[in-house]
């Protein structure tokens, strides 16, 4: 669903950084493989002919320990800086982040939550939107097993662990939608498990904001606010979070602006008003196992609870 998910393409200073980390040892490792392909080579002939006198000589004692010591201590040597190096400018945030996120692992999806303004907690799901340009904070944590996180585009994987706060950082450079992956297996719907990187211009990004923090208003609509009581008599409103109304549910993805995310169940399904009525209707045959239960309901029922959750914008 939406763009795919690119490993040599960095679209930021982390992942650049990674980039060249990876082409270096790529190279290197090449290098070595051709080198110690052509010595074995030449040793094997050497053999063949019998003339092994030359490793007894001097100019043979002195290819040993160039080639054998010098030469394997120093690529490691630089190899081992250069690693060091990198993983301490990408693990390391800068300390003053334009944002900071907190990104929340469950089976399967990401909860994503914007502590910045105290008296407004934003909580959506798995989409992450940033400032393009600007270094931002992500807080990595989990309800429950092991993920990790990864926006190949963007940054390298992080581990995200139940009961430990990892932190990694990331900055896009242009504006756009890098999508990302759980990549540590983490059960049944692990490969229905994205994550959305949507790097906007700052003033996009604050507007975004702003919208994420308001509470959802009571719908006007009569077959929304049937909905809305469908909602909230049913097992719903025990799962699910809509602010501004009585569901605090804190199990499932918060709802208060669904219409505005790009996919539903974490990228399982492209966030249309069929999905959406496909989704409720039977989450068990688009995503089996996934922690939504199926739940009967008329159709009339149904219908009014689509209508209603079409107005969360
Ligand atoms: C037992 C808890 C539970 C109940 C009850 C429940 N849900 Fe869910 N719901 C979830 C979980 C967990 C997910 C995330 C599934 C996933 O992506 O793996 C989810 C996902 C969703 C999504 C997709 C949200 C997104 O951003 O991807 C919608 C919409 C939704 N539920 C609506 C409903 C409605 C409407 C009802 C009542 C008819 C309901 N849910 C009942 C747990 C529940
Ligand atoms: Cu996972």
Request: proline letters at 6%; charged letters at 15%; one cysteine or more.
């Amino acid at each position: 669903m939406t763009s795919p998910m690119y490993i040599l393409h960095g679209a930021g200073p982390v992942a650049a950084m990674q980039d060249k980390l990876g082409w270096y040892l790529m190279i290197v490792s090449i290098i070595v493989v051709v080198v110690v392909g052509i010595l074995v080579l030449a040793g094997a002939r050497r053999r063949h002919d019998g003339r092994d006198q030359v490793a007894r000589s001097g100019s043979g004692m002195r290819w040993v320990i160039v080639g054998g010591i010098i030469v394997p201590a120093t690529v490691l040597v630089v190899t081992f800086a250069l690693t060091i190096a990198t993983e301490d400018a990408t693990a390391s945030p800068p300390a003053d982040p334009a944002v900071t996120v907190q990104v929340i692992g469950h089976r399967w999806w990401w909860e994503v939550k914007y502590l910045a303004d105290p008296a407004h907690t934003v909580v959506t799901a798995n989409e992450i939107h940033i400032p393009v340009g600007q270094p931002v904070r992500v807080e990595l944590s989990s309800a429950d097993v092991i993920h990790s996180f990864w926006i190949p585009q963007l940054a390298g994987k992080t581990d995200v662990i139940p009961g430990q706060r990892n932190v990694a950082w990331l900055e896009a450079d242009s504006p756009g939608i890098y999508r990302g992956a759980c990549t540590e297996y983490c059960g049944l719907q692990h490969s229905n498990m994205a994550a959305f990187v949507v790097a906007e211009s700052p003033a996009q990004f604050a507007e975004w904001l702003e919208t994420q923090a308001k509470s959802a208003a009571p719908p006007s609509d009569p077959d929304a606010a049937a909905g809305l009581a469908v909602f909230q008599k049913s097992a719903c409103a025990a799962c699910h979070a809509i602010r501004g109304s009585d569901a605090l549910g804190q199990v499932g993805p918060d709802l208060t602006h669904l219409v505005g995310r790009m996919t539903l169940a974490a990228g399982a399904l492209e966030n249309t008003r069929g999905n959406l009525t496909g989704w409720i209707a039977n989450s068990q045959a688009i995503k089996p196992g996934n922690d939504m239960p199926t739940m009967t309901l008329s159709a009339g029922d149904l219908q009014a609870l689509v209508s209603y959750l079409e107005t969360l914008k």
